[in-house]
């Protein structure tokens, strides 16, 4: 007959508990994994069996009562480097939409727009036609892969534990939301040029030509150059989505090694 302490039982609960609470925290917070369409209870199952996967290789974690002080502590902790990592996650995806919101205005398409499922707000549909690409192209890199290797790497780089963040971090984060709009600029900025010229020769056009209509010409012919233009610059896609995803990688490493 098998015999077990109370303290081996928590010891048990807890290594399961906390590697569960960081997971889970990085599904509601990282795109794909956050998205509306994946049903909560196959979320926490995942979660949970992931968890269960790695709990015989994770660091020994602290013996704490569950039911204290440090054990919540301990748990919010986890909950906030989950929430980190799906969060530059998430950073790397908003650059396209940022990047999409700019071509769709330089085309005059700012006012069509749709719901994202992902998110659940309003955004043009050239956001969410990149989006979607965007998403698919990460799918075939196996990013989905990556990030649930780091995620198990984490807990050797940071294990599981009464720790305090430390502001220098908190400030890398907050500068991290500011790549987006770079990167969103570094995006669509071959596009937005390039309507930009189109603008200009409309422009000059009407000086020569007073009597043309630019309002009934410029903006089928401004929409035609954005789509031809859009179709240029897929292929350049998956070289910034590559970028993006080795800083994002490299910052969650930073982070959790610091």
Do not use: C, K
Request: no cysteine.
């Amino acid at each position: 007959m098998l015999n077990f302490t109370g303290t081996e039982l928590m010891g048990w609960a807890g290594g399961l508990l906390w590697p569960f609470l960081r997971i889970s925290a990085m599904f509601v917070s990282a795109p794909i994994f956050s998205a509306s369409s994946l049903p909560v209870r196959i979320r926490v199952l995942l979660a949970l069996l992931i968890a269960w996967v790695l709990f015989p290789t994770l660091p020994a974690t602290p013996a704490v009562d569950l039911i204290s002080g440090e054990a919540f502590l301990i748990s919010i902790y986890q909950v906030l480097i989950g929430v980190a990592m799906g969060f530059i996650l998430q950073m790397v995806f908003a650059v396209f939409i940022i990047a999409g919101q700019s071509i769709a205005m330089a085309m005059g398409l700012g006012f069509a727009s749709a719901v994202d499922p992902q998110n659940g707000v309003q955004v043009p549909v050239i956001s969410q036609s990149l989006l979607i690409m965007i998403t698919l192209i990460f799918l075939a890199l196996d990013g989905h892969l990556l990030f649930l290797e780091l995620m198990a790497e984490s807990f050797q780089l940071l294990p599981v534990g009464l720790l305090y963040p430390d502001p220098g971090q908190l400030w890398e984060l907050a500068i991290w939301g500011g790549y987006m709009f770079a990167g969103g600029v570094l995006v669509a900025i071959p596009a937005v040029t390039g309507l930009l010229l189109v603008n200009i020769a409309f422009g000059v056009a009407s000086r020569a030509a007073p009597q043309l209509n630019i309002f009934a010409v410029g903006f089928p012919v401004m929409i035609m150059t954005g789509f031809v233009l859009l179709v240029l610059i897929l292929p350049s896609l998956t070289s910034h989505l590559s970028e993006l995803l080795f800083d994002a990688v490299a910052l969650i490493r930073q982070l959790l090694a610091s």
